[in-house]
């Protein structure tokens, strides 16, 4: 079974840009092949539930964003290295969570998706902005 590692994380100043990566170990999950699977990245606040950000079809057919993230954060993916990404720019303190990415288990057309449509979770990396 596949299994997701995040990196890329770390403690910067308002205004500054990060890239997160997603690595996945394997290439098969639950017998289907990464490359035909979405992806997702969530965080989780200090003291709140995991939010949903961004999501990207297989071979970046499609991309869909949480208003939260919208027109600051590009979510893509490599399926040679087998990696997703997130790209942050413009970081506000209110960005301060820990990051994870996820297998898209259930689509929904309106994009109005939970942690319940996503599993096999990474570990999450950690953004500390400060003001």
């Known amino acids: 079974q596949v299994q997701l590692v995040e990196s890329g994380g770390g403690s910067v100043q308002t205004g500054a840009s990060l890239r997160l990566s997603c690595a996945a170990s394997?290439?098969?999950?639950?017998?289907?092949?990464?490359?035909?699977?979405?992806m997702g990245w969530f965080r989780q606040a200090p003291g709140k539930g995991r939010e949903f950000l961004a999501t990207?079809?297989?071979?970046?057919?499609?991309?869909v964003y949480a208003s939260s993230g919208e027109g600051r954060f590009t979510i893509s993916r490599d399926n040679a290295k087998n990696t997703m990404y997130l790209q942050m720019n413009n970081l506000e303190p209110g960005d301060t969570a820990i990051y994870y990415c996820a297998i898209m288990t259930r689509f929904r057309d309106g994009g109005d998706y939970s942690p319940r449509d996503f599993d096999s979770w990474g570990q999450g990396t950690r953004v500390a902005v400060s003001a």
């Open positions: 394997g290439h098969t999950f639950s017998g289907l092949s990464m490359d035909g699977l979405s």
């Open positions: 990207i079809g297989p071979m970046n057919l499609y991309t």
